[in-house]
C-alpha cells in the first residue's frame, strides 16, 4: 500500500504525462548551446553534516530525503543553480538545459526496484552507474545488494549534493539488508522525523562516486580521469527518453561506458505527451545505430503504460 500510495503521489507530482505537459523554460538553439559541464562531487568528510537537518521518509524500506523539505531549504544559496526557484515559478518539472527533473522521484524507479526482485538481477561485484539518478534510488538498491561500486550521476549538482549524497549516507546505516521480500517491504515505516547519522558507513560510501553535468561531458570526464576507470558491468536509468533531442548524446554515453559484456536496465513510459519521447520511439533509434540490442522484458499497464527494456551490445 505504501508503495501504492508513494507511486500515485510521484505520478500527481513527478510526471509531465499526468497533470499537464511541463513548460518547457528553454528554446531549443539555446538548450543546444548550453551543455553543462561535468564535475565529480566530493564525498565530505563528516558524514553526518550531510544529514543535518534533513527529514527523512522511507518507501520500500529505502530511506529518502523529504523532496518538499529541500525545496524549501534550498531557495537560498544551497541552489547555487537556482533550479528550486527556476522550477516552482515556471510550475515545470522539467526546463530543458536547466532543469532535468532531478527534485521528484519519477514513478518508473519503482517499476524498475520491483523487475529487480521479480527477475533476481545480481549485483554482488558488479560495477554499476546511476544514470540521471535524481533521488539515487536504484543505485542504493545496488549497493545495498552488494555491488563493488556504485556512481551515480545526475544532470543538476544541487540535486547529487542535497538529494542523492544525503540518501546514499542514510541508506548506508543498514548496510547488506537488501529491499527485503514483498511481505517485508509492504510494512514500510513510517517517515521518520529524526535526522539519521551515518555511523560505520564509510565503507560503503568509499564504493560510491557522484557526478554532475551533461552525459557526454560527464563520460569525457571518466574516461580521461588519471583515476582508473573500468566500464560498468550494469547501468539503471529510468525515465531518461523523454526529450528525443537527448537520445543521442544518452546512446553515446551507453555506448562509451557500457562494458562489452555489460547490460543496460532503462524503464520508461510508453509516451510523454507534450515533449515527445517515449519507449517505441528510443528503440527505434537504437536500431537504426546498429550498436545494441533490445529486449522489452516487462510491460505495466495500470495507469500510463510503462516498459522496462534490456540493452546490451550485439
Known sequence: QHKQESTEKSRKTADPAADSSPKLGETTSKKQLCVKAAKEHSIPKDLNEVLENKVMETVLDLSYVKLSVVEMTCLGNADSEGIVSKSVSSHSDLIPGVY???????????????????????????????????????????????????????????????????????NCINEGRGMGSGKDRKASKPPSKRPRTAEGSPDMVNRCRFFSGEWSQVSQLLLSSNKPFSKYDIILTSETIYNPDYYSALHDTLAQLLDKNGCVYLASKV????????????????????????????????????????????
Open 271 to 314: 509516451h510523454y505527451f507534450g515533449v515527445g519521447g517515449g519507449i517505441y520511439l528510443f528503440e527505434k533509434f537504437i536500431e537504426e545505430k546498429n550498436v545494441f540490442r533490445t529486449s522489452m522484458v516487462k510491460t505495466i499497464d495500470q495507469g500510463l503504460q510503462r516498459c522496462i527494456m534490456e540493452i546490451a551490445f550485439k
Open 100 to 170: 532535468e527533473g532531478g527534485l521528484k522521484i519519477w514513478e518508473c524507479t519503482f517499476d524498475l526496484m520491483d523487475y529487480f526482485l521479480e527477475a533476481e538481477i545480481e549485483f554482488t561485484n558488479k560495477t554499476v552507474l546511476d544514470l540521471g539518478c535524481g533521488a539515487g534510488l536504484l543505485g542504493i538498491v545496488a549497493l545495498r545488494g552488494k555491488a563493488d561500486r556504485v556512481h551515480f550521476q545526475d544532470y543538476n549538482s544541487t540535486v547529487i549534493d542535497e538529494i542523492t549524497l544525503p540518501n546514499v549516507l542514510a
